[in-house]
């Protein structure tokens, strides 16, 4: 079993930056991998970066140059550095962690880019 906790969601004027953080507990151990997703009004729910253990990590076309995702092992968090926002990165924000057989979900944290 893992716990998903998302945080440090708000509202950004375009151009402007937020860092989100996960927070994983429980089994943590047995997470492979750890991505953001997200999900506008009326829209599917979208990758925007994964980072495995190992450390390597993918990208929506969308956000490359202006999203970073990281994590720091010592807290069991990874963190989405959001630079450069722009009001079509305004959505419902998920983190997940993967384990071999199942993944878990956060219960999303909200972005609103608008001036």
């Known amino acids: 079993q893992v716990q998903v906790v998302e945080s440090g969601g708000g509202l950004v004027q375009p151009g402007g930056s937020l860092r989100l953080s996960c927070a994983a507990s429980?089994?943590?151990?047995?997470?492979?991998?750890m991505g953001w997703y997200r999900q506008a009004p009326g829209k599917a729910r979208e990758l925007v970066a994964t980072i495995t253990s190992g450390g390597s990590t993918n990208y929506a076309d969308s956000v490359k140059g202006r999203f970073t995702i990281s994590r720091d092992d010592a807290k069991s968090t990874v963190h989405l550095q959001m630079n450069s926002l722009k009001p079509e990165d305004t959505a419902v924000y998920y983190c997940n962690a993967i384990l071999i057989n199942r993944t878990y979900w956060g219960q999303g944290t909200q972005v609103t880019v608008s001036s």
């Open positions: 429980g089994s943590i151990v047995s997470i492979y991998a």
